[in-house]
C-alpha cells in the first residue's frame, strides 16, 4: 500500500504548492498533494528526455498550447504558452485553477513510473466541461499501466470513461443510510455479470460513479468491488507497520523505526481522508 496514491487534495487556490517551483530532484510519481509537479515535469523533459505522450495530451485539451519547463538548478518550475500570446510564457502561479488541475492529473497519470494503484476522486472539480474527454482519454490511456479507481457526480465524464476505457461505471448508492454499490451481492459479485452495472440513485448527490480497469499488479481478491475495504486494509498496514517499527528499534537505530511507523500513518491519514470525502458527498 505504500506505493498507492490517493489523489483528492490537489489545490488550485493562490497559496497551492502546486503553484511554486519545488526542488529538482529526479521524481518518478506525483506526490499526493501534487506539490513536486514541477519535478515530475522535469523529470520527463529533461532526464527521460521524453514528453511525446505529455505533449499529446495538452494539446488533445489546449489546442495550440505549450508546456514549458526549462533546464532545472537547484529548483524546477514549468508554464504554459497558449495560442493568443505566442511569446508570453504563463508560469504556473497564473494558470487557472482548471489548467493547473489538469496539469496536474496528467503529471499524476502520465509521470515515469506510475504507483501500483491509483484513486481519484472528483477529477472534474474546477474542470472546464470541454476538458472531461481529454481527462478520460488520460486515465483510459494510464490503466494500461497500472489499476485506477476513480469516483465522479460528472455523468458526462462517467458516459465519456465508458467509451474510452470499455469499461461500464458502477453507481454507488445510499439505503436507508448505507453505502452500497448498485447490483453487488454479498458474495463480491456483481447480479448482472457481464452485462451493464449502471443504475441511477433517486438523487444525484448520492450517485458516485467508479471506473477500474485491468493492471499489472492484481489487488487482494474482493477490493474491486468493496472500496471499504481500503479502511481494514489500511488498519492492517498500519498494525503491520507498528509491529515492524518494534522489532526494527532492536536492530536498527530508533530514527529509521520512527520513519516507518510513520509512513504506515500517512498512508492511513490519506485513506481515512479518501473515504471520508466519499462518504460525506
Known sequence: MLDWRFYHGLRTDP????????LALATPTLASDGANLAAVFATLAHLREDTAPLDRAIEDAFPGARLIVPEPGRIASFGMVFPDYPHRVFDAAELSDGTLRYLALAGALLAYRLPAFIALN?????????????????VAAASRRTQ??????????????????GVAPHTV???????????????????????????????????FRLFGHGCRTPLPPGFRHEPLRLQSQAEEQGAAGREIAR???????????DALAGQAAALRGEVDSFLANIRAA
Open 148 to 165: 485506477i479507481w476513480l469516483v465522479t457526480h460528472s455523468e458526462p465524464l462517467a458516459a465519456a470513461l465508458a467509451r474510452f476505457g
Open 173 to 207: 448508492v445510499k439505503r436507508d443510510g448505507a453505502t452500497w454499490l448498485d447490483g453487488l451481492t454479498l458474495s463480491g459479485a456483481f447480479r448482472e455479470a457481464g452485462g451493464p452495472a449502471v443504475a441511477r440513485a433517486a438523487s444525484a448527490n448520492q450517485t
Open 15 to 22: 497559496d497551492s504548492p502546486m503553484r511554486r517551483p519545488c
Open 122 to 138: 472528483e477529477p472534474e472539480t474546477s474542470l472546464h466541461p470541454d476538458l472531461l474527454e481529454p481527462l478520460a482519454r488520460l
Open 247 to 257: 522489532s526494527t528499534q532492536e536492530a536498527a537505530s530508533s530514527a529509521a523505526a
